[in-house]
């Protein structure tokens, strides 16, 4: 049981280049993340998945598309990345929100993008 | 909208001695969850300990407690025994279920436990 994966661990990119940062779980969990942390600041949402097959936006969403591959997958993509989206990266799950005390996340151990 | 904020970016403590990070939050809901994450220079951010707002009883983990005060809207987190792998940065963290979950995340707080 690994938990939450994400690859790659660290990732250097030109501006304007596009990448895809990839999350799984192994948990049957319904609900999947994406976050982003700068310094100074807590994590902020950028988009989430309450279920497979839908995809909704967060906090800070311009810039960044998202894939429910399936119940496991949650992937985010850069089309275009700009210095701004210099950050650390972090995907969570949660179980079906609407089992009582389900409300923890779990966190993948995050992808650290440099874009120069 | 939900705000969540954490005053002290930084605090340090002896080892073996107690600490306690303030939080405070903003919220019209009744219904609600708040966490404590805990985030060592790995990286990992890693669940300390959560609180049902509907519960009056202060969440307790170990040598992790909280001070819960609804009416005041504060959820502070103590450290009993500090030990070196304590040293971390800690987030408090606001979910109102009715919104899919989504966490809210204060600015965090830098602990450094001394030895």
């Known amino acids: 049981n690994a938990g939450v994966t994400q690859t790659p661990k660290f990732q250097v990119l030109k501006t304007g280049q596009s990448m895809t940062l990839q999350c799984a779980q192994d948990?049957?969990?319904?609900?999947m993340y994406w976050y982003r942390q700068d310094p100074g600041m807590g994590l902020r949402l950028i988009y989430y998945?309450?279920?497979?097959?839908?995809?909704d936006k967060g906090e800070v969403p311009n810039g960044y598309n998202v894939s429910r591959l399936n119940k496991r997958e949650f992937s985010l993509r850069l089309e275009s990345a700009a210095p701004s989206q210099t950050s650390v990266y972090f995907c969570a799950s949660s179980p079906d929100r609407r089992t009582i005390f389900v409300e923890t996340q779990y966190f993948g151990p995050g992808t650290r993008l440099l874009v120069l | 909208a939900q705000t969540v904020t954490q005053s002290q970016p930084e605090m340090s403590v002896q080892e073996a001695e107690t600490v306690t990070l303030s939080c405070t939050y903003d919220?019209?809901?009744?219904?609600?969850?708040l966490f404590w994450y805990k985030q060592p220079p790995s990286r990992q951010m890693i669940l300390v300990i959560r609180?049902?707002?509907?519960?009056?009883q202060n969440a307790t983990e170990n040598r992790f407690s909280v001070n819960f005060q609804k009416a005041a809207k504060s959820f502070s987190l103590k450290i009993s025994d500090s030990q070196l792998g304590d040293t971390a940065m800690y987030f408090c963290?606001?979910?109102?279920?009715?919104?899919?979950?989504?966490?809210?995340f204060g600015q965090g707080t830098t602990l450094q436990v001394k030895p």
């Open positions: 609180q049902e707002a509907y519960k009056q």
């Open positions: 948990m049957n969990h319904n609900s």
């Open positions: 998945s309450a279920s497979e097959g839908t995809t």
């Open positions: 963290a606001f979910m109102n279920p009715s919104n899919t979950g989504k966490l809210i």
């Open positions: 919220t019209s809901e009744n219904n609600y969850y």
